[in-house]
Every structure is written in structure tokens, then in C-alpha cells.
């Protein structure tokens, strides 16, 4: 799809009220929590994220996708060796999910989006706090603004599964450039689904999958180098996710599993 006609597309979505109609995103707009809802994650903050692959405690739904949002903060850190200080990067931020709980741990937080709405609302939810700024990402890089060699840690938090793939390649490019020499990109990937995909109905979600593979194969296109992966499934669901740690170089000290 053109980059023109896939940024219009996503700009329509936000303004319709993506996040605020999507069931994932419910905590964020006036939901409340339910005894489920506090019983599950505290079972999935009791599982192992130091191990190579994680079993979810529950079958896919939307409650475990909002319960593994509302955890991400513990569960994150565990999986992964985190930067303890620096700017951190978050790519599809949205309205700012991420960015809340990452601007309590470091002291640079800069959130990019494609939409200029979701930007915009963005910036007046977190108008008073002074270390976080808001920047427009074109489809396929992160904005020229980031200077090279400037960001510890990029998050990239289900986005690749809504784009095609050379614009997910040409974001990691794009990151690299951005990382310090010891910093690292998170990112999470659809796998066991849709591996064949490279898009989607229009002004629909898209759900493109990787096998490991392909994973490999899309950091090696994009200079980086694989530090860890770890898979997550669900019991009775067919379909997981590929969350990799990568670094520019493969110096860094590599945990791949």
C-alpha cells in the first residue's frame, strides 16, 4: 500500500475513535475492573518471564489482552534487561499507554505515532509533564527529528502486525540509526497465523504474522542482532506472539532461545 494511502487510513481510524471504541483499550476510557479482571493478572505477574517461552493463564480474549497491558510494567521488565536510565523511545504510542509508566522510570520519554490526532491528544493528556514529547512518524521511519544515536531503549508494542512488512523493516532501520551503541529495541510480533499476509481489509485492523524465521531474517535487513526471544501462547489458542530484544551490534551478550 502507498505510504500516503496508509497514513490517511490509520489518521481515519484515530479520528473515528480507535482506542477509545476498542475493547483492549476500556481501562483507558472509564471501564472498571472486575474480580476476573484482578484475578488474572495476578496470575499471569506469578508466571516466569526470565523463561524462553511463556504459557498465558487464561485462552485468548480481549480481558487477557487488557490484563496483559495493565501488567506490562512488571512483566516487561522481567522478560527483558532493561536500561535503568537514559530516553526511551516508544513507537505507535498512541495516546499514551506506555508512555505513562516509562516517564516514571527514565528521564527522557519520546512517543511517536502516524496519527496527527492521536499525537494530539497525546500531548494534552501528558501537557504537564516536561520530560515527555510527542512526535508524528511517517509509515515507515521514526520522525528525522531523533537524533542518531540518541535513544537507550525502543519499544514497539503490537504495531509490526499492522503494517506491511517492508515499512516494519524500514521503522527498524530507522531505530538503529536512533540507538545508542548499547542500546536495544523491544518489539513483539503475531506469530503462528497469517505468516503469508502483508496486509489487510482497508480502515481495518490487519493481523500479519511471522514465524521466527522471518523474525531473524526482517533484524538482519535492518542491521540489528538478536538478543533474546521469547514466545508466549495461550492454551486453546492457535496463534502466540515473538517478543525479541535486538542491539546494533552483536556484541552485546545474546540470550536467544
Known amino acids: 500500500m502507498d505510504k500516503s494511502l496508509f497514513g490517511s487510513m490509520w489518521e481515519s481510524m484515530q479520528q473515528n475513535g480507535y482506542f477509545?471504541?476498542?475493547?483492549?483499550?476500556?481501562?483507558?476510557?472509564?471501564g472498571t475492573l472486575s474480580d476476573e479482571d484482578k484475578e488474572l493478572d495476578n496470575a499471569i505477574l506469578r508466571l516466569d518471564f526470565r523463561s524462553g517461552h511463556i504459557e498465558m493463564p487464561a485462552p485468548?480474549?480481549?480481558?487477557?489482552?487488557?490484563?496483559?497491558?495493565r501488567t506490562e510494567s512488571?512483566?516487561?521488565?522481567?522478560?527483558?534487561?532493561l536500561p535503568a536510565s537514559g530516553t526511551v523511545l516508544d513507537v505507535g504510542c498512541g495516546f499514551g499507554?506506555?508512555?505513562?509508566?516509562?516517564?516514571?522510570?527514565?528521564?527522557?520519554?519520546?512517543?511517536?505515532?502516524?496519527?496527527?490526532?492521536?499525537?494530539?491528544?497525546?500531548r494534552e493528556r501528558f501537557s504537564n509533564q516536561k520530560n515527555i514529547r510527542f512526535l508524528v512518524?511517517?509509515?515507515?521511519?521514526?520522525?528525522?527529528?531523533?537524533?542518531?544515536?540518541?535513544?537507550?531503549?525502543?519499544?514497539?508494542?503490537?504495531?509490526?502486525?499492522?503494517?506491511?512488512r517492508d515499512f516494519a523493516t524500514s521503522i527498524l532501520k530507522s531505530v538503529e540509526r536512533a540507538l545508542t551503541d548499547d542500546g536495544i529495541?523491544?518489539?513483539?510480533?503475531?506469530?503462528?497465523t497469517n505468516e503469508h499476509l502483508d496486509d489487510g481489509e482497508f480502515e481495518q485492523e490487519w493481523s500479519i504474522g511471522y514465524n521466527q524465521e522471518q523474525a531473524l531474517e526482517m533484524l538482519s535487513r535492518?542491521?540489528?542482532?538478536?538478543?533474546?526471544?521469547?514466545?508466549?501462547?495461550?492454551?486453546e489458542s492457535g496463534a502466540g506472539w515473538l517478543w525479541i530484544a535486538a542491539g546494533k551490534n552483536s556484541s552485546q551478550s545474546s540470550e536467544i532461545r
Open 20 to 30: 477509545s471504541r476498542h475493547p483492549h483499550y476500556q481501562d483507558y476510557f472509564g
Open 60 to 69: 485468548y480474549s480481549d480481558t487477557l489482552e487488557r490484563s496483559v497491558k
Open 74 to 81: 512488571v512483566w516487561l521488565g522481567k522478560m527483558f534487561d
Open 97 to 122: 499507554r506506555s508512555v505513562a509508566w516509562l516517564s516514571q522510570r527514565y528521564e527522557q520519554v519520546i512517543g511517536t505515532d502516524i496519527s496527527p490526532a492521536v499525537i494530539d491528544s497525546a
Open 137 to 164: 512518524n511517517e509509515s515507515d521511519r521514526i520522525p528525522e527529528e531523533i537524533a542518531e544515536g540518541s535513544i537507550d531503549l525502543t519499544y514497539i508494542f503490537t504495531v509490526f502486525q499492522h503494517i506491511p
Open 185 to 192: 529495541v523491544i518489539f513483539n510480533l503475531l506469530t503462528n
Open 222 to 235: 535492518s542491521n540489528l542482532a538478536p538478543l533474546k526471544i521469547c514466545t508466549w501462547s495461550a492454551p
